[in-house]
């Protein structure tokens, strides 16, 4: 991409960057997160055509916009395609003290209103913060669009005093569900180690 031809404001400049980096990602195969640095940098080339007044430099970036949409649509086509046939794979690399990672940002885009019943297996629903994580996961399951009925819940059971505090716990979650027409089943297992979610179609 020309910078010269787009311009040098800081406006430009990010599209440059993000359109860049999009390009870099595409080339890479990495085509969820090119698509949405290709509409990132879509929307910024946007901004940057609406405040110009050059003829011959408005007719350059509806041409590198069209281009740009040409291939996000490409993309998006797709993967639609891939999601279809049941091999699309997207894997987020969460770095150690991240943030910005909430349940909604995370699962959200799977949680339609076509799935009523949720599998969670989770060795570690013990402690207060462990038992707060997973009453957040469920406050999000029960919210629209999403009509979840059931939550299967599969966890270790806790050992010796603590085992009080995970079993109540657990039950005032359950009755909290259960008041919002939902029903938590709680399994327990002393050979599960992966923390796994499945959801109904």
Known sequence: MAKSQIG???????AITVLSRAVELDSES????????YQEGIDLLLQVRKGTQDHSKRCYLREKI???????EDIKKYL???KEDGKYHKQ????????GFSYESLFKEYLSGTVTEVWIEDPYIRQ????????RFCEM???????????????????GHAKIQQSSGLEEIKESLRNHGVLLEIKYSSSIHDREIRHSL
């Open 66 to 72: 069209t281009c740009y949409m040409d291939r996000a």
């Open 8 to 14: 040098q404001d800081p406006d430009s400049r990010a």
């Open 141 to 159: 399951l029960i919210k629209k669009p999403c009509k979840v009925k059931t939550i299967h819940l599969l966890t270790c059971l806790d050992k």
């Open 30 to 37: 990495r085509y969820q997160q090119a698509l949405v640095c």
């Open 128 to 135: 207060t913060h462990q038992l707060y994580n997973f009453l």
């Open 92 to 99: 987020i690399k969460i770095e150690e003290n991240a943030t």
């Open 80 to 82: 639609d395609q891939v």
